[in-house]
């Protein structure tokens, strides 16, 4: 099976974002970035099919600037053998125009299943995988927390509100991975060796027109400082009155 | 002028309560553009779900109805869905974002290929552009964005709109659902057991963290939702007790777990790590019960006691069953 991995570059989940004077984009001085958590997960079900399977390749893509060689690398050194940087200057927030640019490329490639992450941790979007696989004509499992192929079918499961969907689909697919799915591997040290010699195309991200343009990027009013009613279950009167004569939630 | 198609989310024969807060949203921008709101739902039986849809207010009501339809197919509802809002002549498309929304919106998006801003809080229509707002980076951030290419497709964070209930007589159009091969099949939902309150859309979400030192002490958090009643809490976690395998972790809030904005929230054992406060800090009012008075959960939260949870719990969870039995 041919797989195609899509990942991103987002700032640590620790990361303090600070917005930058332009108003529409963060100041990323000091910002650690990594590997988007969900996209470890996509990384780690691409190797397991491969070694389930014992053939096929596995390619890593992502649309970012030239900083994200690192984390494409990173996916060699867990195993991957192919790396593509699609570049732009860009933050890729704009789900439409991203899915339509991966999927312009993903037709360029043999292709039998692309692993996505759920979500991307920047633009917390969550919908690149669906609005990518539409484009492709391929099946589409979102959210995936299990998987299993056999005899060319794959079984998944994922939470939907109050229980759990078993869906199955055939490849060509686009399959996105939620955390439960499995345990990502850690680049071993013969890895990131090997990883040297590994490929790692760059191309100019061929991107369609903008279908969305950022107006503002503001900080979040903080929250008006609470205030500790007091101490042990002698507080608990003064919560419930708290909670039905000022929140009114009760 | 210019149409908007709020999409109803039915499961089992059942509307979806986010799909009229939804609905809320498709009406306040149809009054901005001048269209009217179209409803479309997709399932094997409509009726109960189209008369509840009658009463939101919305202008008409569409509904994709047929035994291939009982089950939700993300490819076969996409494509449907996207005809009839051609048909409705769209400009924009709006959906709660629920796991149906957030699978199905997307697929949408592409099939009119439209714009798609998601987990959009607020939503308006000014000098001819439709804009989205949505938290980023894990809420730590507010990115507005206006929409450049039709339709614009949003979906939009249950709990933050109203219900609709502006009543109406909106005619129902059916529409027979198309068969055809589906590229992925459901085979089966599991139900969770016993019925409980899905944690995205509960009122109140009372959730635990490492304070409680045991899995099984997770019983005082049970009863302290229990206390509010059937299907008003539902019960959280942080990820130290989804990792310690105490919880599952669809009950997990925060960056890697569920985002839940409910009114009512209760962070009982929980320091407050940034990734938690990522899934919590937009519920309206927030409650923590730490030991420890500078943990800090409590510059997030609305009112907070310091103190033993185990002590505090208990007398927490009577006083709530004496209200909630005396109302
Ligand atoms: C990439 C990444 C993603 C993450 N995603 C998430 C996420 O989605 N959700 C999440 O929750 N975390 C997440 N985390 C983990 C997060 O950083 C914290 O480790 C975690 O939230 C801590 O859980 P906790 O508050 O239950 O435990 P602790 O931090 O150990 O806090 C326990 C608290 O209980 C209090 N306590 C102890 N005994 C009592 C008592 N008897 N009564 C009252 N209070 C008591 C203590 O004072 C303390 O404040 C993530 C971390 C990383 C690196
Ligand atoms: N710029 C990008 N390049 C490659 N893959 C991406 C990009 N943005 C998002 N993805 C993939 O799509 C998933 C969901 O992202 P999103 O819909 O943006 O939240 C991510 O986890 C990645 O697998």
């Given at each position: 099976m041919d797989i195609v991995v899509c990942i991103k570059r987002v700032p640590a989940t620790d990361a303090t974002i600070k917005i930058a004077a332009d108003g529409?984009?963060?100041?990323?001085?000091g910002v650690q970035f990594v590997l988007n958590a969900y996209d470890e997960f996509a990384v780690e079900q691409a190797l397991k099919i491969k070694e389930q399977l014992g053939t096929g390749t596995v390619t890593v893509v992502t649309i970012g600037s030239k900083d994200a060689q690192k984390e494409l690398r990173d996916t060699l050194g867990r195993g991957a053998d192919k790396a593509v940087l699609l570049t732009t200057d860009q933050w890729m927030h704009d789900g439409a125009s991203t899915a339509a640019a991966l999927a312009a490329w993903i037709k360029t490639q043999p292709c039998n299943l692309v692993l996505c992450g759920r979500q991307a941790m920047d633009s917390d979007n969550n919908q690149l995988p669906a609005n990518l696989a539409t484009r492709l004509g391929f099946a589409c499992i979102t959210e995936v927390t299990k998987l299993t192929l056999e005899n060319g079918t794959f079984t998944a499961e994922r939470d939907i509100e109050g229980a759990r969907e078993v869906v199955t689909c055939k490849t060509p697919a686009v399959i996105s991975c939620h955390k439960g799915l499995n345990e990502p591997r850690l680049p071993s040290l013969k890895g990131i060796m090997a990883a040297k010699k590994k490929p790692l195309e760059e191309a100019a991200a061929q991107l369609p027109a903008a279908t969305v343009e950022i107006v503002s990027l503001t900080l979040p009013p903080a929250r008006a400082a609470g205030r500790i009613i007091g101490n042990g279950a002698a507080a608990v009167p003064a919560l419930i009155e708290a909670l039905r004569n000022e929140a009114k939630v009760l | 002028m210019s149409n908007i198609v709020v999409i109803a989310e039915v499961r089992g024969g059942q509307l979806k309560r986010p799909s009229l807060e939804a609905a809320t949203a498709a009406l306040q921008l149809a009054s901005a553009t001048g269209g009217k709101v179209t409803a479309i739902a997709c399932g094997a039986n409509l009726d109960a779900a189209c008369a509840e849809l009658q009463k939101s207010g919305v202008h008409q009501i569409t509904a994709i109805e047929g035994a291939a339809f009982a089950n939700y197919s993300g490819d076969a509802y996409a494509k449907a869905i996207a005809d009839q809002a051609k048909a409705a002549g769209a400009t924009g498309v709006l959906m709660a974002h629920t796991a149906m929304g957030k699978d199905l919106l997307p697929r949408v998006a592409a099939l009119l290929e439209g714009s798609i801003t998601t987990y959009a809080v607020a939503v308006s229509f000014a000098n001819g552009s439709f804009m989205a707002t949505k938290p980023v980076f894990s809420g730590k951030a507010t990115m507005t964005v206006r929409a450049l290419?039709?339709?614009f497709c949003v979906t939009l964070r249950p709990n933050n709109f109203a219900a609709a209930s502006g009543g109406g007589s909106a005619a129902t159009t059916k529409v027979a659902a198309p068969g055809g091969d589906l590229l992925a099949v459901v085979k089966e939902i599991i139900a969770a057991g016993g019925g409980k309150t899905p944690l995205q859309e509960a009122k109140v979400v009372v959730a635990g963290g490492r304070g409680l030192k045991e899995a099984q002490h997770f019983k005082l958090i049970e009863d302290l939702a229990a206390a509010f009643g059937p299907g008003v809490a539902a019960v959280g976690a942080s990820r130290a007790v989804v990792d310690a395998g105490w919880r599952s972790h669809s009950e997990q809030v925060g960056q890697t777990g569920k985002v839940v904005s409910p009114p009512l929230y209760f962070a009982i054992g929980i320091s407050g790590a940034i990734q938690h406060l990522a899934g919590m800090r937009t519920a309206r009012t927030i409650v923590a019960i730490n030991k420890d008075a500078d943990a800090p959960i409590f510059k997030v939260a609305d009112f907070g006691i310091v103190g033993d949870a185990f002590e505090i719990v208990p007398a927490l969870t009577q006083a709530i069953a004496a209200i909630v039995a005396s109302k």
């Open positions: 529409k984009s963060i100041d990323t001085t | 290419k039709a339709p």
